[in-house]
C-alpha cells in the first residue's frame, strides 16, 4: 500500500542522500536469511557485572548457543556520566568480548533511562502524570517525549552512539528506546504540543469544536491555547469522547515520532546492514507501531506465564494461550518481519503472582515463534540479577552466574533443535495450496480501538478480549492469518474478519461491499459501523449504514449488568452472554444463524449471513460468555464456502514456515495434531502433549489432502 509518510521519507532521503527506512522496511527480511532460520540471543549489562566476569559470561553465552547479545537500553548515565561528557570505553571493551566470542550485538538506546544529572538541572524533563504529579529519577520511561529539552539530550546521546558504532559490523543491529508504551503525558511541554498537533489536524479552532461537540456542556474553546489534555477526576463525568480519542492519537504520534528522530539519526551514520527496530510489549494499547516511519521493522516482549489464567486448571504455567499467536500475526506484516526481542526465560517478578512456568513451556514458545515468522528470538536475560528491583527475575543462568536455570536449559535444547533443522531447509519451499485457500486478514485499528474503548456501554467490554476471540477462532482452522488495516488490499486473503469495527468512514463500507462481491468472504461483528470516521454518529438509524451490505436491519442493542445472563440459540444449542447483543431483523435472502431466545426481543436474530456477488457477508451481533458460539459461526464460514479447516483445539496452534509444520499446546490436555500421512516428523511426538512442540514436513500437495 502506498504510504505518504513513506513517500516522503523517501523524497527527502533521495535529495538528503541518507539510506531510507522506507526503502529498506519494503525488504527487512534481506537483514535476516532465510536459511538463517531465527537467530537466538540474550540480555546481558556489563555494567550490572564485574568487569572480571565479562569475558567469562559472554563466552560462556556463546557456549550455550546463543547467536547474540543486547547492550545498553538502560546505560545512559554510563554512556554519558556527566552532562556531555561520553564514556564508551566501557561498552567498547564489553562489544570486544562479545565479538571475540563469536556473538553477534544489538546496541540499544538509552532513552527510556535519563540520567540523575539530567532532572537534577532540568525537572521538565520528565513526564507528568494524570494525577498532576511529575515523575521523578528513580525508576524508568519518565520522560516526556514532548519536551525540547529531553529531545535535545536524546538526540545528543543517540547521535554520539551512531558516531561511534554506526559504522562498526559488530553491531548487528539497533533497538530504539525500550517498550514504548506511549504513557499520556500532561506536562506543559505535552500541553502545548498538543495544542499544535490540533491546529495541524483541524486548522481552525471552529473546525475543533465541530468534531469534538463543543457545543455539549459549554465545552467549546474560542482559541487553540485554551485546548487541555482531557482527564477527569474521580466522581467527575466523562470529557468528550472525540476529545480523548484525538489525545490518544496524539500521544501514540507523539510516541511513534520520538522512536523516528532516534531511527533517523542513527539511519544517517550506520552502515545499511544495520537493522533499526524497538520492542512493543505484546499487547501494545498507547503505541501504535503503524505510525512509525523510519523503523525497520517492529519486535515485541512477551511474558506468557504472569498470572492470567485464560484455560483454566494449570495451563496458566504453560502461558496465556492468545497472546504469542496474535501478535506474531500482527507484528510480522506491519513490515514483512517481526522478532521477540524478550522472552520470558522463567520465573519473573512484576506480576501479581509469579508461577513456575511448566517443564517444557520455553522451549514450546522459542518454537511458536520461529513458527510464526519471527526473525529472531531474544530473552531477557543472561544472569539473574543480585540486586535491584527485578531480583527475584530468572535469568539463562542463576545468582551463580554460571548454572542454568530450567528455562536456560530449555533455551539450549531449543537452539540445539533449531541448529539440527537447518539441514532442512528448502529455500523453494512455497505456501501449500490447503492454506493459501484459508488466508485470513484480521482488520485492527488503534483508533477503533481507542474509541471502544472510551465509551465501552458495558462495564465488562474488553476490545482487546473480543479482538483474542474471533482471533482464536480463525486459528482454530489451521489458517495463515495477517492483521491488515483499511488501508490494505484485502484481495490477497479469501476471508476477512473485522471485529468490532466501529469507527467506519463510507469509503470503508463501500471496500467491504466490493471485497465480498469479489468473491471475499467477510465476517463482521458487533458494534460494526456505529460511529463514522469523526467517532460521531451519522444522521441515520444506528448501524443503518451496514443494511444493504448485511441485509438485516439493526433494531438496537442490549446489555446485561452484574451476574445476569442471556441466552441465544443456535442449531439447537444454547450459549450464555452478558457483555453484547446487537438485535438484528433479517431482510428476505438473509439467514438467521442465531436467535435470542429470551427477553422482550426473544426471536430476534442475533447473528446472520447471506451471499454477496460471488462472496458472503456474516454478521456476529453477540459476544458470549465462552466465545464457543462465535467460534462455530466462524468456521461455519469456511465450511460454507467449501474450504477445508482444521479443527484445533483452544490453545494449540499449528504454524506453517519455510516448509515446516510447527504445533504447540498450551491447553491442559494432548492433542492429536492433523499429521497426514507421508509427512517426516522432525521434533517431538503425535499426540501432542501439553507445553510440547511438533515439527513436521509434508509431502507433495496431492498428498495432503484436507484432514
Ligand atoms: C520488560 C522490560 C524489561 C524488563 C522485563 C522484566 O517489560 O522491557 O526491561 O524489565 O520486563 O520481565
Known amino acids: 500500500m502506498r504510504n505518504p509518510q513513506r513517500a516522503l521519507t523517501a523524497l527527502l532521503s533521495a535529495l538528503l542522500g541518507w539510506p531510507c527506512a522506507a526503502q529498506q522496511a519494503s525488504a527487512p527480511k534481506a537483514f535476516f536469511p532465510k536459511a538463517d532460520l531465527m537467530p537466538v540471543g540474550v540480555y546481558y549489562y556489563p555494567e550490572q557485572w564485574p568487569r572480571g566476569q565479562w569475558a567469562r559470561d559472554l563466552q560462556n553465552i556463546r557456549k550455550l548457543g546463543f547467536d547474540f547479545t543486547h547492550f545498553a537500553e538502560f546505560a545512559w548515565t554510563y554512556l554519558e556520566p556527566r552532562e556531555g561528557h561520553f564514556d564508551f570505553a566501557w561498552l567498547d571493551a564489553a562489544i570486544a568480548e562479545a565479538h571475540a566470542a563469536g556473538l553477534k550485538v544489538i546496541l540499544c538506546t538509552p532513552s527510556p533511562a535519563p540520567p540523575a544529572w539530567m532532572g537534577e538541572k532540568h525537572p521538565d ?23 525540547a529539552r529531553f529531545h535535545a539530550y536524546v538526540d545528543r546521546v543517540v547521535t ?12 548487528w543491529g539497533w ?8 504513557e499520556p503525558d500532561f506536562s506543559p511541554s505535552a500541553r502545548s504540543a498538543f495544542q499544535r498537533w490540533l491546529k495541524q489536524r483541524y486548522g481552525t479552532v471552529d473546525k475543533l469544536n465541530e468534531v469534538w461537540g463543543g457545543s455539549f456542556w459549554s465545552l467549546r474553546y474560542a482559541a487553540f491555547s485554551e485546548v487541555r489534555p482531557p482527564s477527569a477526576i474521580a466522581g467527575e463525568d466523562r470529557p468528550s469522547p472525540h476529545a480523548l480519542l484525538d489525545f490518544q492519537r496524539f500521544t501514540a504520534d507523539t510516541q511513534a515520532a520520538f522512536l523516528d528522530r532516534q531511527a533517523t539519526i542513527l539511519k544517517r551514520h550506520c552502515l545499511p546492514s544495520q537493522w533499526i527496530t524497538t520492542n512493543y510489549t505484546n499487547v501494545t494499547q498507547g503505541s501504535d507501531p503503524r505510525r512509525t516511519t523510519a523503523i525497520d521493522f517492529p519486535t515485541f516482549t512477551y511474558y506468557p506465564v504472569s498470572g492470567s489464567n485464560a484455560l483454566g486448571g494449570q495451563t496458566f504455567r504453560q502461558g496465556n494461550p492468545y497472546r504469542m499467536a496474535e501478535a506474531l500475526d500482527y507484528f510480522r506484516p506491519i513490515a514483512g518481519t517481526t522478532g521477540v526481542m524478550e522472552l520470558q526465560p522463567g520465573q519473573v517478578n512484576w506480576a501479581p503472582t509469579n508461577p513456575k512456568p511448566a517443564p517444557g513451556a520455553v522451549r514450546m514458545w522459542i518454537w511458536h515463534a520461529f513458527g510464526g515468522g519471527s526473525s529472531l528470538v531474544c530473552t531477557y536475560r543472561y544472569r539473574q540479577p543480585r540486586f535491584g528491583s527485578e531480583m527475584y527475575h530468572e535469568g539463562i543462568v542463576g545468582l551463580d552466574g ?9 533455551f ?25 485457500a484459508r488466508r485470513t486478514a484480521l482488520l485492527w485499528s488503534h483508533d477503533n480501538f481507542w474509541d471502544l474503548e472510551a465509551q465501552k456501554q458495558s462495564e465488562g467490554w474488553s476490545t482487546w478480549r473480543h479482538r483474542s476471540l474471533y482471533a482464536s477462532a480463525v486459528k482454530s482452522t489451521g489458517a495463515p492469518m495477517d492483521f491488515v488495516r483499511e488501508t490494505d488490499d484485502f484481495s490477497a486473503y479469501p476471508f476477512l474478519v473485522a471485529p468490532a469495527y466501529q469507527l467506519a468512514s463510507p469509503q470503508l463500507i463501500e471496500k467491504w461491499r466490493r471485497y465480498a ?61 452478558r457483555v453484547w447483543g446487537d438485535l438484528l431483523r433479517p431482510a428476505e435472502g438473509t439467514l438467521s444463524l442465531a436467535a435470542y431466545a429470551q427477553a422482550f426481543y426473544a426471536g430476534a436474530a442475533a447473528a446472520i449471513t447471506r451471499p454477496l456477488g460471488k462472496g458472503s457477508v456474516t454478521y456476529i451481533g453477540v459476544e458470549t460468555l465462552d466465545g464457543a458460539l462465535e467460534r462455530s459461526l466462524v468456521r461455519g464460514v469456511y465450511q460454507a464456502a467449501g ?21 504447540v499446546n498450551y491447553a491442559g490436555s494432548a492433542a492429536a495434531l492433523p499429521v497426514p500421512a507421508g509427512s517426516r516428523v522432525l521434533l517431538g511426538q503425535n499426540p501432542l502433549e501439553p507445553a510440547q512442540v511438533l515439527v513436521w514436513k509434508e509431502g507433495t500437495p496431492s498428498s495432503a489432502g484436507p484432514q
Not at 533497538?175 to 506511549?182: I, K, R, T
Not at 438509524?541 to 443494511?547: K, M
Open 175 to 182: 533497538q530504539v528506546d525500550n517498550e514504548p508504551g506511549a
Open 517 to 577: 462481491e469479489g468473491g471475499g468472504h467477510l465476517i463482521l461483528t458487533c458494534r460494526s459501523a456505529q460511529k463514522n470516521e469523526l467517532s460521531h454518529f451519522p444522521e441515520a438509524p444506528l448501524g443503518g449504514r451496514l443494511d444493504s451490505l448485511i441485509g438485516a436491519r439493526l433494531q438496537g442493542f442490549d446489555t446485561l449488568p452484574g451476574a445476569v445472563t442471556g441466552s441465544v440459540t443456535a442449531q439447537g444449542q444454547a450459549h450464555a452472554w
Open 643 to 663: 474450504v477445508p479447516i482444521e479443527d484445533l483445539p483452544k490453545g494449540v496452534y499449528v504454524e506453517w514456515r519455510d516448509g515446516f509444520f510447527v504445533g
Open 160 to 171: 554520539a552512539l551512531a558516531k561511534r558504532y554506526g559504522r562498526d559490523a559488530r553491531i
Open 412 to 436: 539450549i535444547q531449543a537452539m540445539q533443535e533449531l541448529r539440527k533443522l537447518k539441514a532442512e531447509f528448502d529455500p523453494s519451499a512455497a505456501l501449500p495450496p490447503k492454506l493459501a
Open 402 to 410: 554460571l548454572t542454568p536455570s530450567q528455562g536456560g536449559s530449555e
Open 125 to 147: 524533563i520528565y513526564l507528568v502524570g494524570q494525577d498532576g504529579r511529575r515523575r521523578e529519577h528513580g525508576t524508568r520511561a519518565n520522560g516526556s517525549l514532548s519536551n
